[in-house]
């Protein structure tokens, strides 16, 4: 069936060190891509997404690429800061629309 | 440019109780879904709904799980005869369409239920 998953956590970098997330997505069809932020006690917020094959997204210094060759949608940043510290979801959705369907998360911790 | 707006933020029932969690979606928005974070794990899907339609309920366990979105008013999620296991963080979103490429789907703050 379909799904998504993600490299597992946590993660910790030090300030301004860049980051990977690796995604990768199993679909039926060509789905759109996203990635959302999920900060301590709220609800997901949207951080970027693709809605085709070699798409980038990219918002507040975050990219992904989505490489249909390698099912891929790595989600990256060149200097993260500690405010970034937050669980990251990788989500699809089918071209139909209707539910998203999410990876594990992954908690990223960055230390001053 | 009020978002999803979920309530009770944080909802404590006993067991064997009914809880009721609610959800006005985004201005303009028709479509809403519930989803459901058990600690420690990823977002599962439950429902999806347009105005006065279940469109899918492949996540929603068979009994005592129901979910409606009437003409008027906000979407509810009712769970009856609430056991331990259904203590978990509920969360709504809402998109204009359905949800697929540039509608995505926008979460509320989600409704943290306990059951004693």
Redesign the interface.
Known sequence: GDSVTQMEGPVTLSEEAFLTINCTYTATGYP?L?W?VQYP??????LL?A?KADDKGSNKGFEATYRKETTSFHLEKGSVQVSDSAVY?CAL?????????????TELSVKP | NAGVMQNPRHLVRRRGQEARLRCSPMKGHSHVYWYRQLPEEGLKFMVYLQKENIIDESGMPKERFSAEFPKEGPSILRIQQVVRGDSAAYFCASSQQGGFGNQPQHFGDGTRLSIL
């Open positions: 759109s996203f959302y006690g709220e609800g997901l917020q949207l997404k809605t979801f959705t089918l071209r139909g629309g209707g539910k998203l369907i999410f990876g594990q998360g």
